[in-house]
């Protein structure tokens, strides 16, 4: 499958964005979908994920309450709604397709990724 991340840009503190991720390929409802981030000088990490058929999520203590994941099988398309958001949410978001929902927190364990896309909050 292929992914193809969009939505990002410069939004001020408190602002909102939201961030899509089109996939093409196989089958797109037959994966978890995650959305991870990497700020400069950092790790790559976990933001959201949703299973197969969108009723379940599970997000990072950090953006709990501000971000929401969801997906639209028949669109190929997964979402990452940023809300209220915050100068430490800059980073470039990546999403990324997965077959293990147990493992959905873990960032090896995603096979496929998009290319990523900046996400630059301002104080």
């Known amino acids: 499958v292929q992914l193809q991340a969009s939505g990002g840009g410069l939004v001020q503190a408190g602002g909102s964005l939201r961030l899509s991720c089109a996939a093409s390929g196989r089958t797109f409802s037959s994966y978890v979908m995650g959305w991870f981030r990497q700020a400069p000088g950092k790790e790559r990490e976990f933001v959201a994920a949703?299973?197969?058929?969108?009723?379940?999520?599970v997000y990072a203590d950090s953006v709990k309450g501000r971000l929401t994941i969801s997906r639209d099988n028949a669109k190929n398309t997964v979402y990452l709604q940023m809300n209220s958001l915050k100068p430490e949410d800059t980073a470039v978001y990546y999403c990324?397709?997965?077959?293990?929902?147990?493992?959905?927190?873990?960032?090896?364990?995603?096979?496929?990724w998009g290319q990523g896309t900046q996400v630059t909050v301002s104080s």
């Open positions: 949703i299973n197969r058929s969108g009723g379940v999520t």
């Open positions: 990324a397709a997965g077959s293990q929902w147990l493992a959905a927190l873990r960032r090896n364990e995603y096979d496929y």
